[in-house]
């Protein structure tokens, strides 16, 4: 209880400083619609989702309403999708890969919507012996590891959870190319205390941080590089992801009961 207070002394102290948007131009067709969402349900958090499996995950689960009025929107050839997670009214949008249309979705998601803060989840692969699959990483370190510059992941505490591997120790390592080989990613996790690796959290943090907004990551680990994943065991870290997201975003909320576990 006393880490879920600080928690949320930290989230609503960051929470309070929403920046401005700079919306769509005024002769785009949605304009009259963005702005009127932005005003009478913004600001909101936005969800950028890593896959086509968590977005069904996440569909398919309690945690999410959509918006009876306007569930989606396209911008830009991307489906931004509004309703409520956990109490909260939130933006998700499929971000899928590589890198660089992960940070062209979070942009446009920041450049047309009131939001408050961003959380990137998905799945990735344990290069640790310390997590095992089907577990849940918050990286507090995240980088480009064809060009290794060690970025904050995290501006966010989060209270321990089972399954859940977080603080300075956690690393994410994103390339454009999904690891497969054994020995680099060994060299990943020997080398540059690499926990986990995946194809997208680094163009997700590197333009949070670009744009001031706070931000977190929530990583499950499915499977290890050279080995093939399981579609059962990956259907369950999903699942637990979204469990640990839902007890994040249920804790900005005090209406909202935040143990789903």
């Given at each position: 209880?006393a880490g879920l207070m600080k928690l949320l002394a930290v989230v609503v102290g960051l929470l309070f400083q929403?920046?401005?948007?700079?919306?769509?131009?005024?002769?785009?067709?949605?304009?009259?619609?963005?702005?009127?969402?932005?005003?009478?349900?913004?600001?909101?958090?936005?969800?950028?989702?890593?896959?086509?499996?968590?977005?069904?995950?996440?569909?398919?689960?309690?945690?999410?309403?959509?918006?009876?009025?306007?569930?989606?929107?396209?911008?830009?050839?991307?489906?931004?999708?509004?309703?409520?997670?956990?109490?909260?009214?939130?933006?998700?949008?499929?971000?899928?890969?590589?890198?660089?249309?992960?940070?062209?979705?979070?942009?446009i998601l920041l450049d047309t919507f009131r939001i408050k803060g961003v959380i990137n989840f998905g799945s990735?692969?344990?290069?640790?012996?310390?997590?095992?699959?089907?577990?849940?990483?918050?990286?507090?370190?995240?980088?480009?590891?064809?060009?290794?510059?060690?970025?904050?992941?995290?501006?966010?505490?989060?209270?321990?959870?089972?399954?859940?591997?977080?603080?300075?120790?956690?690393?994410v390592g994103s390339s454009d190319i999904y690891v497969k080989n054994v020995a680099y990613a060994t060299f990943?996790?020997?080398?540059?205390?690499?926990?986990?690796?995946?194809?997208?959290?680094?163009?997700?943090?590197?333009?949070?941080?670009?744009?001031?907004?706070?931000?977190?990551?929530?990583?499950?680990?499915?499977?290890?590089?050279?080995?093939?994943?399981?579609?059962?065991?990956?259907?369950?870290?999903?699942?637990?992801?979204?469990?640990?997201?839902?007890?994040?975003?249920?804790?900005?909320?005090?209406?909202?009961?935040?143990?789903?576990?």
């Amino acid at each position: 209880m006393a880490g879920l207070m600080k928690l949320l002394a930290v989230v609503v102290g960051l929470l309070f400083q929403v920046p401005d948007t700079m919306q769509l131009s005024i002769d785009h067709p949605l304009h009259t619609v963005v702005e009127r969402l932005n005003v009478n349900a913004g600001p909101f958090l936005g969800l950028i989702v890593s896959s086509s499996r968590y977005e069904t995950a996440l569909i398919d689960s309690s945690y999410y309403e959509p918006d009876a009025s306007i569930p989606y929107i396209t911008i830009a050839g991307r489906t931004f999708n509004f309703g409520k997670f956990n109490g909260e009214p939130v933006i998700y949008v499929l971000a899928g890969e590589p890198l660089a249309n992960v940070g062209v979705t979070v942009q446009i998601l920041l450049d047309t919507f009131r939001i408050k803060g961003v959380i990137n989840f998905g799945s990735s692969a344990t290069v640790s012996n310390q997590v095992f699959i089907a577990d849940v990483v918050v990286p507090s370190q995240v980088a480009f590891t064809g060009v290794v510059r060690w970025e904050l992941a995290s501006q966010l505490n989060f209270g321990e959870r089972p399954t859940v591997h977080l603080g300075e120790g956690v690393r994410v390592g994103s390339s454009d190319i999904y690891v497969k080989n054994v020995a680099y990613a060994t060299f990943l996790n020997k080398q540059l205390n690499v926990t986990a690796i995946d194809t997208e959290t680094a163009a997700f943090v590197a333009t949070s941080i670009a744009n001031g907004v706070p931000h977190i990551v929530f990583k499950g680990t499915s499977n290890r590089p050279g080995s093939d994943s399981d579609s059962r065991l990956s259907e369950v870290t999903a699942k637990n992801v979204l469990k640990t997201v839902a007890v994040f975003i249920g804790s900005l909320s005090p209406k909202t009961n935040a143990n789903v576990y």
